[in-house]
């Protein structure tokens, strides 16, 4: 990985999924959405079978999914539990056994600041759903990422990661007091660190890795905050109607999708990964960024992926390399 800065594109938070993949060719080519019917999985959905992509959108709620993308064409839906290993498991080796490439893989899917909850293993679900769940698909879609000879991987990350590290001592908040923002916090840092361990071990196959944040876009991802905690984020104008401010990074969904598609298609990120992105650009160290913007250094600090990648591996017993042999 280079340098964490800009690599001069073209684009800017007011970009939206549609503009960003126009022009790209993706006939032939198979991309999975994790959440791809729900909120930014949508627009990322729609923008990637826009460019002629067929795209397979892992699903809990099946019933939802058709209603959510009737009318997108090259969609496929597939049976899968984002919370539960062995969903992912036989998700992953249904798509393996097929003999597809998986060119494109978005995680898009997951929780934010939920009330206490724990997975069958005893993670805290934040943490179990965001980051261990797309660790084991991850794994289990390996030799399918591998074998497109050229794949991305985008892990979709928030500004929220800048609420704190990866708490190494207690991930499961066992000890400390339950705080949901810091949860939702460490949760995001460890997309960013993902990314970051992935791309090193992808690169000499041809697996590219980015994070990101989307912007602040109202959608069910909030349906487990209070109307004052909603409000806090300005998303409402005075007559109660959703703002779309991008300079502000309040987005419409179209805008929000923009970065993860970014990540995924454009040549400009060809030979490069790693990096933490957002308005359509890699992003700057926090710091030098303006306002709050940019990565913070615990999000983008190598030993801290590495202990990571280490520590999820235990944690779900899967690696690239078992995925692989």
Known sequence: MSEQKPIGSRFNAASTAEEVVAGIDLSGKTAI???GYSGLGVETTRALTGAGATVIVPARDRAKAERTLAGIDNVRIEAMD????????AFADRIVAAGTPVSILVNSAGIMATPLARDAEGHESQFSTNHLG????VAGLWPALVAAGGARVVSVSSRGHQIGPVDFDDIDFRTRAYDKWQAYGQAKTANA?????LDRRGTEHGVRAFSLH????????????SEEEINAFDVYDENGNRRVDPARDLKSPQ???ATSVWAATRPELDGIGGFYCEDCEVSLPQGEAAGNKGVAPWAMDPDAAERLWALSERLTGVSLVRAAS
Not at 134 to 137: A, D, E, N, T
Not at 193 to 197: E, K, N, V
């Open 255 to 257: 805008q929000g999708a």
């Open 193 to 197: 660190l993902f990314a970051l361990g």
């Open 33 to 35: 959405v994790t959440g």
């Open 134 to 137: 797309h660790f084991r698909l």
């Open 82 to 89: 984002l919370s539960d290993p062995a969903s992912i498991a």
């Open 214 to 225: 989307p912007g602040v876009i109202l959608t069910d991802l909030a349906r487990h905050l």
